[in-house]
């Protein structure tokens, strides 16, 4: 029997998150008989200008809150609400919870968005909104997380039902091979092709690259390569060949497939625990081994020594990298083995019919 679920996004295609949580599952959940309609709080365009200005004007959020509003208000057409996050940013609980009515809901997350909260610099914050969230956890019918350290605050707030969902990759966007253009690293070098060390994420999540800053410029002293930054913006680091490629959804693992070495530097704090470790996945999806942070979920993803390696001195990061950049068939082994764990466990493939499973069974508990 087919059911309805109204997904209420943060985002549209443009925002990570959404487009990863939701989104990616629609036209597998149509294949298990779940009709979909998802509503984003922000929509690209308001979140591009977010990008360009760092900010959203008071008309415009005024008027994502009415949206939002009068979508809540049709909620009995639907089976299941879908909640990335929550429904109504910065507001009191209760009113979030009055106009969600008594309709089962799930809410989902992939960070640490309590801490927006409860670590908020301004007293009055903490003191009105630090557990907002939890509150909302109680009454919901499921929370979906993914990692254990969100899963372990659901649990804490008490909600009656709490599942890990890894963030995942869909395989049909990630062919299992090299471009004829990189298939030299993996045989011959070519001199004039230097290997490429990449990143991929937000022009505000750049500011992590820059405590790789000693480790890539001791690096750059004993080997040659390039650090490619997508999607990050303008990032320099002295004394280190950068190359800056804007970020687009039709090119992103073609950038990443043209690489070597994916890296993930965190630095070690509750918001950090929280983050769900994607770029990793979309390294080992790509065939290329990982070193990382061993920071929250990070320390589970990457095998060290298998399909990368795990660092946090300076010495630790330019000890990894210099084995990875001095070694192909280093490089390919644990390239292979992170592309063969994607396969098992990070791929749509794998996670979308249990997806489908966890939104009949929330649907199924009103």
């Given at each position: ?20 949580r ?39 959020l ?6 939002r ?25 209760f ?11 799930v ?16 007293g ?7 557990d ?9 019918v ?15 707030a ?5 599942e ?39 022009p ?6 820059q405590l790789l ?9 004993e ?14 680091i ?57 920071v ?25 990298l ?45």
């Amino acid at each position: 029997m087919a059911i309805s679920v109204l997904f209420l996004t943060r985002y549209d295609r443009l925002g990570a998150s959404s487009r990863l949580r939701s989104l990616q599952f629609f036209p597998s959940l149509a294949g298990h008989g779940i009709l979909v309609k998802s509503q984003p709080f922000f929509d690209d365009k308001l979140l591009g200008i977010k990008y360009k200005t760092g900010r959203y004007s008071l008309s415009q959020l005024l008027h994502a809150y009415y949206l939002r509003v009068a979508q809540l208000l049709k909620k009995s057409q639907f089976d299941l609400i879908w909640i990335e996050k929550e429904a109504l940013p910065w507001t009191p609980t209760f009113f979030e919870i009055l106009l969600l009515g008594g309709s089962p809901f799930v809410l989902d997350y992939d960070d640490a968005l309590f801490h927006n909260y409860d670590l908020h610099r301004l007293g009055i914050v903490r003191t009105m909104l630090g557990d907002r969230l939890d509150k909302l956890m109680k009454k919901s019918v499921m929370v979906t997380c993914g990692n254990t350290y969100l899963a372990s605050r659901a649990v804490a707030a008490g909600a009656p039902s709490v599942e890990i969902v890894p963030t995942v990759i869909d395989l049909d966007r990630y062919p299992n091979h090299k471009p004829s253009s990189t298939i030299s690293r993996y045989g011959s070098k070519l001199e004039t092709e230097p290997l490429r060390i990449v990143w991929i994420g937000s022009p505000t999540t750049s500011q992590y690259l820059q405590l790789l800053g000693d480790a890539l410029r001791k690096l750059a002293v004993e080997h040659k390569f390039v650090l490619r930054i997508i999607g990050g913006g303008s990032v320099s680091i002295s004394g280190v060949e950068v190359e800056e490629i804007d970020w687009s959804e039709d090119t992103e693992v073609e950038n990443i497939l043209n690489c070597d070495i994916g890296i993930m530097p965190l630095i070690d704090s509750p918001w950090e625990r929280g983050k769900c470790g994607y770029k990793l996945i979309q390294y080992m999806a790509c065939g290329l081994p990982v070193v990382a942070s061993g920071v929250g979920v990070n320390s589970e993803i990457v095998r060290g020594g298998e399909n990368g390696f795990l660092a946090a001195t300076t010495e630790e990061w330019v000890d990894a990298l210099s084995k990875l950049l001095q070694s192909s068939d280093l490089r390919f082994r644990m390239g292979t083995k992170g592309r063969q764990r994607v396969e098992q466990e990070y791929c749509l493939q794998k996670i979308g019919p249990h997806v489908a499973r966890l939104l009949r069974t929330a649907a199924g508990k009103h």
